[in-house]
């Protein structure tokens, strides 16, 4: 019996200790479990945040539309949410890369810094450790910013500074930006770093295409402006006078309001080429284009060199009454430019015939036919001897408003 109660009492400890050690093994697989849960969530966090990364530089490369304004925005608050970071910043480097030409801010930091990234320094060489990235031509992490040495303070304002990681954008060799971001509750790593190179990469490759098609386009632009206008006077010339006419005939100006049309005439332009030379024609003709200019200045008319010595000037808005007190003021002034310097007082002195056509708005218009009454008046002018306005006669198409 004594026997059999011993063989009993080791089978209960072997027993007991099977179950510890299968408890123990459950345990230990228990934590496993957990173990790879958590990797496999961390695993997912790193997808879903690696997903996150790539959309947003695809949505970056999309915004070709976008002012720089708005892609330096968007950059910056990118780079702040996918680091996990508190302000970001994108400063722009000079040519000579001794210092920064602008400063960009997170919205993050605009807000928290205040009055202080009014004080930041614009030189390399009196900037803080931030500006390392520039000096060292590479990208540089400070996990624990505090204890750095090269950490010259903060303006005052500022918000304090943890962590910091600045990455220095490169174009044929040279730093052209530096853009940073800073106070992650972590360490800054690898992958935060790849991120801001990503985008800072793209977002240089964004803003030098769009300046070059701004600057493109302004070329194009100067170039039409260049084959509309007249080379010595500064006015219109016959191509600048058609697409001028084509705008007004857009918006329906000949029936919509009242336009008057000018048709100038220099009185014996020839005979004053033959006698002073044709420099001296030439001056003429800038003076006076440049009297033109000066009156239709605030107005929404244009003024045109219509021939060699013939001008047209067409002004919207304006009636037959005010059309005619603008052409007496233009013939005074052309008047008073008088006669080249030196010349006895028998020379042929500067003037010219003005003929004079207004619309009226109540009734149909054809802008032919109101050239062709200014055309007629002006020819009138020059019958009854030259240097005077004349007003086209009054028609169902002009404007008879007092």
Same mark, same amino acid.
């Given at each position: ?9 080791? &089978? ?11 408890r ?14 958590? #990797? ?10 690696? &997903?996150? #990364? ?9 915004? #070709? ?49 205040g009055t202080?990234? $009014? ?64 106070n ?16 800072g990469n ?8 769009? %300046? ?5 386009a302004?070329?194009?632009? $100067?170039l ?18 058609d $697409?001028?006419?084509?705008?007004? %005939? ?59 010595? &013939? ?13 005619e ?7 005074s ?19 010219v ?12 218009? %054809? ?7 200014a055309?007629?008046?002006?020819? $009138? ?22």
């Open positions: 019996m004594l026997h059999d109660g011993i063989d009993g009492l080791a &089978e209960d400890q072997d027993a007991q200790l099977e179950l510890k050690n299968i123990e093994a459950l345990e230990e697989k228990g934590k496993d479990l957990e173990r790879e849960h958590g #990797r496999r969530l961390d695993a997912e966090a790193v997808s879903r945040l690696n &997903e996150d #990364r790539l959309n947003a530089l695809l949505g970056l490369s999309q915004l #070709r539309n976008a002012t720089e304004e708005e892609l330096n925005d968007r950059v910056l608050e990118d780079s702040v949410r996918l680091t996990g970071s508190e302000l970001g910043y994108l400063h722009f480097v000079d040519a000579q890369e001794t210092g920064f030409i602008s400063y960009v801010w997170s919205k993050g930091a605009a807000r928290a810094c202080a990234r $009014e004080a930041m320094d614009f030189s390399l060489t009196t900037a803080g450790i931030w500006a390392d990235s520039l000096r060292l031509r590479l990208p540089v992490v400070h996990n624990d910013y505090r204890s750095m040495s090269g950490a010259k303070g903060l303006p005052d304002g500022h918000i304090p500074i943890s962590r910091i990681m600045s990455v220095p954008v490169l174009k044929d060799g040279k730093v052209v930006a530096i853009l940073g971001v800073a992650k509750s972590t360490f800054y790593d690898e992958a935060d770093q790849r991120q801001l190179l990503l985008f793209k977002l240089w490759s964004i803003l030098e295409a769009k %300046r070059a098609e701004i600057s493109l302004a070329a194009y632009e $100067e039409h402006r260049l084959s509309i206008l007249d080379s010595l006077t500064g006015l219109a010339n016959r191509r600048g006078l $697409e001028y006419l084509e705008s007004l %005939r857009k918006v329906d100006a000949w029936n919509s309001s009242a336009i008057s049309v000018f048709m100038i005439d220099i009185d014996f332009f020839k005979a004053y080429n033959d006698r002073y030379g044709h420099l001296a024609g030439d001056a003429m003709l800038e003076h006076i284009g440049g009297l033109f200019l000066n009156a239709i200045r605030g107005l929404r008319g244009m003024a045109a060199r219509y021939g060699g010595d &013939e001008f047209l000037i067409i002004i919207p808005d304006m009636d037959r009454k005010a059309a007190a603008t052409a007496e003021s233009l013939l002034a052309v008047r008073a430019l008088g006669r080249p310097q030196g010349g006895p007082e028998g020379d042929i002195g500067i003037a015939s003005i003929g004079v056509a207004a619309s009226n708005p109540t009734a149909v218009c %054809r802008p032919e036919s109101l050239f062709k009454r055309d007629k008046a002006l020819y $009138e002018a020059k019958r009854q001897g030259r240097n005077r306005v004349v007003p086209a006669e009054p028609t169902t198409g002009d404007s008879i408003l007092s």
